[in-house]
């Protein structure tokens, strides 16, 4: 570990396999922040000062400024302004204003701006989406060996700059309007850029299960990432995985690889594909209940999780100890910025007609926030191209109006 006299006075705490971390790290060193980095692998006797600035709880990353402040796991938003960045775009005219920088925003950024059009893209966070935190992708075509997500994803990012796309990270949107046949998309830090086409491509987020309890032990044994926090768990004896889908699945399995057991809590019956349920049943160290609910979480006297009350097929509950529950119930689209300006689905995911249009001439909206999208990275770079031909064909449609689509 750096000699404390001589380390910068940033200081972060991770893991190396922690994405997180990794999306922090690199996001300070895009900004040229200096900072010191304390791997908690090679230096466990430092969980004492994370779980310290923590209140026992042991969150990573965990990010200490000079004045002693600090931040836990910090979208890069909310470290962007902490440390007082500028965070307002170069111009207030687009061509393209694209809401959310994963790989479907990247991908139209890409097809957009090799068309000359003047594209911003917006990112609350760090650009890349969920595909930049996945640890590693095995299904994407063109990489049969699999790809480590944060690598995509800087090849997304670094290929819309060779186009001259202007990126935004660490900003996000708070409105939408639409004036004079023109769309004004407002930033959270106030600043108002209109565009001829406006493309929503915010993705979406992990769902809670809003079991009693939960709120007050996420990070203090509740975790929505194994990749993220399973290391954690090495030699545990129970953890507990909640969800049926391919991810619940995909995730207790990788669990495996730290924990002596692991407990998949299904509250209907499984949906995963049968590839994923025939391996789950045939590991020796797995069990999966199906017809059962998560009641509630319970904390030990260290304020950590030690036990889930779970309701079972025929009514009954029971306690079942457990050092992590991993949560993998589902999605919910990142659409609440909108505030009702456009048309939802009963799910709250974007409605589109065919040509990836919402309820708003000018708006798009492509990737995991449409409603019918598939939720996969190959199909979500899919529609971030077809987005851009749609866009294409509307910006044409304007200009053959007579309508200026820049100031």
Same mark, same amino acid.
């Given at each position: 570990?750096?000699?404390?006299?001589?380390?910068?006075?940033?200081?972060?705490?991770?893991?190396?396999?922690?994405?997180?971390?990794?999306?922090?790290?690199?996001?300070?060193?895009?900004?040229?922040?200096?900072?010191?980095?304390?791997? $908690?692998?090679?230096?466990?006797?430092?969980?004492?000062?994370?779980?310290?600035?923590?209140?026992?709880?042991?969150?990573?990353?965990?990010?200490?400024?000079?004045?002693?402040?600090?931040?836990?796991?910090?979208?890069?938003?909310?470290? =962007?302004?902490?440390?007082?960045?500028?965070?307002?775009? /170069?111009?207030?005219?687009?061509?393209?204003?694209?809401?959310?920088?994963?790989?479907?925003?990247?991908?139209?950024?890409?097809?957009? /701006?090799?068309?000359? $059009?003047?594209?911003?893209?917006?990112?609350?966070?760090a650009l890349g989406g969920q595909a930049g935190v996945t640890e590693r992708l095995d299904n994407y075509p063109g990489?049969?060996?699999?790809?480590?997500?944060?690598?995509?994803?800087?090849?997304?990012?670094?290929?819309?700059?060779?186009?001259?796309?202007?990126?935004?990270?660490?900003?996000?949107?708070?409105? $939408?309007?639409?004036?004079?046949?023109?769309?004004?998309?407002?930033?959270?830090?106030?600043?108002?850029? %209109?565009?001829? /086409?406006?493309?929503?491509?915010?993705?979406?987020?992990?769902?809670?299960?809003? /079991?009693?309890?939960?709120?007050?032990?996420?990070?203090?044994?509740? %975790?929505?990432?194994?990749?993220?926090?399973?290391?954690?768990?090495?030699?545990?004896?129970?953890? +507990?995985?909640?969800?049926?889908?391919?991810?619940?699945?995909?995730?207790?399995?990788?669990?495996?690889?730290?924990?002596? %057991?692991?407990?998949?809590?299904?509250?209907?019956?499984?949906?995963?594909?049968?590839?994923?349920?025939?391996?789950?049943?045939? %590991?020796?160290?797995?069990?999966?209940?199906?017809?059962?609910?998560?009641?509630?979480?319970?904390?030990?006297?260290?304020?950590?999780?030690?036990?889930?009350?779970?309701?079972?097929?025929?009514?009954?509950?029971?306690?079942?100890?457990?050092?992590?529950?991993?949560?993998?119930?589902?999605?919910?689209?990142?659409?609440?910025?909108?505030?009702?300006?456009?048309?939802?689905?009963?799910?709250?995911?974007?409605?589109?007609?065919?040509?990836?249009?919402?309820?708003?001439?000018?708006?798009?909206?492509?990737?995991?926030?449409?409603?019918?999208?598939?939720?996969?990275? =190959?199909?979500? +770079?899919?529609?971030?191209?077809?987005?851009? $031909?749609?866009?294409?064909?509307?910006?044409?449609?304007?200009?053959?109006?007579?309508?200026?689509?820049?100031?």
């Amino acid at each position: 570990m750096p000699d404390p006299t001589d380390r910068p006075p940033l200081v972060v705490y991770g893991a190396p396999w922690c994405p997180d971390c990794r999306r922090s790290k690199a996001f300070l060193s895009e900004q040229r922040v200096p900072f010191t980095f304390i791997d $908690l692998e090679q230096h466990p006797e430092e969980n004492a000062a994370v779980e310290r600035y923590n209140d026992g709880k042991r969150i990573i990353p965990t990010i200490v400024f000079a004045d002693g402040s600090h931040l836990a796991e910090p979208t890069d938003e909310e470290l =962007a302004a902490r440390l007082g960045l500028a965070r307002d775009a /170069a111009q207030t005219s687009y061509d393209l204003v694209i809401v959310g920088g994963g790989p479907t925003g990247l991908t139209t950024a890409i097809y957009a /701006a090799r068309e000359n $059009l003047r594209t911003v893209v917006i990112e609350r966070s760090a650009l890349g989406g969920q595909a930049g935190v996945t640890e590693r992708l095995d299904n994407y075509p063109g990489f049969p060996d699999g790809i480590a997500g944060s690598e995509l994803a800087a090849r997304f990012v670094q290929q819309a700059e060779r186009y001259g796309v202007e990126l935004l990270p660490a900003v996000s949107v708070a409105g $939408l309007s639409t004036i004079d046949g023109r769309s004004i998309v407002t930033t959270s830090t106030g600043q108002d850029l %209109h565009a001829a /086409a406006v493309l929503v491509a915010t993705g979406s987020t992990y769902r809670r299960t809003g /079991a009693e309890g939960e709120g007050d032990l996420i990070g203090a044994g509740i %975790h929505f990432c194994a990749t993220c926090d399973g290391p954690f768990y090495r030699g545990a004896a129970e953890v +507990v995985v909640i969800g049926g889908g391919n991810s619940g699945f995909e995730e207790g399995l990788f669990l495996t690889q730290f924990a002596e %057991h692991v407990t998949i809590v299904v509250r209907t019956e499984p949906v995963a594909s049968r590839l994923l349920q025939d391996k789950v049943a045939g %590991h020796p160290r797995m069990t999966v209940l199906t017809g059962t609910e998560t009641i509630a979480f319970h904390a030990d006297q260290h304020g950590k999780l030690a036990a889930v009350t779970l309701r079972g097929p025929g009514g009954e509950e029971s306690q079942h100890p457990a050092s992590a529950a991993f949560v993998f119930v589902g999605l919910d689209p990142n659409t609440g910025w909108l505030g009702g300006a456009l048309e939802l689905d009963a799910r709250g995911f974007l409605v589109t007609d065919r040509m990836m249009q919402t309820s708003v001439r000018g708006v798009f909206a492509a990737g995991d926030v449409r409603s019918g999208s598939t939720k996969q990275l =190959a199909s979500a +770079v899919g529609e971030g191209a077809a987005a851009a $031909l749609q866009i294409r064909a509307h910006i044409d449609e304007l200009r053959d109006g007579g309508s200026d689509t820049a100031a």
